[in-house]
């Protein structure tokens, strides 16, 4: 197929990296429903079974040494541990979702960049016939001299070189962004957790002159993904 035509490829990445942007506007990038459901479907199903272990452990228990306060003892112990276990699971669920908002972050600015080099090239060749008609008919003269501008290949050349100029420039602060967006979520995340405050207070802790004033170290810590 010529260059100058869409290829099926070019088609499915151009309705991927929509899709990416509808759900990016929408505050939606990262696990799916059926994603985020299946992933507590998995901890709920662990969960479970461990507390059915654990409540025929006591009741065994309280059978062979007919001291049923030492099993209801065991039963509270074991309820705290599934409170953990389910806290532990919200923050599995979070951080993933995360992972997956910044990976797909980073596959529209690989679809972004793919897509205008595609596109490049199908102008490319769109170009091409006329200027090696315009190249045969001078006879191999400099256009430059003869319209006292830059030549056509010239144009074509400062042309490109801009836009890839731009691309870069474009895709640096997209990146930044993306990065300074996940360093965000990580560290309000961490700060509830551990300092026990709720998002609001996270995040305005993160945008203050207090969190200006930590240490790089401990600003890192807060804002790697471990």
Known sequence: MPAYFKSDLEKDQAKRLKELQRREE??????????????????????AQAAAQQKALMGQYSAQTGQPGQAALGMVAAGE????????????????????AEKQRQEMIDLQAALSEQKRARQEALVAPLTQGIEAFVGGQNLAALSGQPGLLEQRQIKKSTEAAQKA????????????MVAQALAVSRMQQEWGLTPQQAEAF???SDWSNLSPET???????K
């Open 169 to 180: 420039a474009d895709l640096a602060a997209q990146t930044a962004k993306n990065d300074a």
């Open 26 to 47: 929408l505050g939606a990038l990262g696990l799916s429903d059926k994603e985020r459901a299946a992933l507590n479907d998995q901890f709920s199903g662990a969960q």
């Open 81 to 100: 541990a599934q409170r953990n276990l389910a806290a532990q699971q919200a923050q599995a669920v979070t951080q993933a979702d995360i992972a997956e």
């Open 219 to 225: 600003q890192s810590y807060y804002t790697r993904i």
């Open 206 to 208: 993160y945008k203050s």
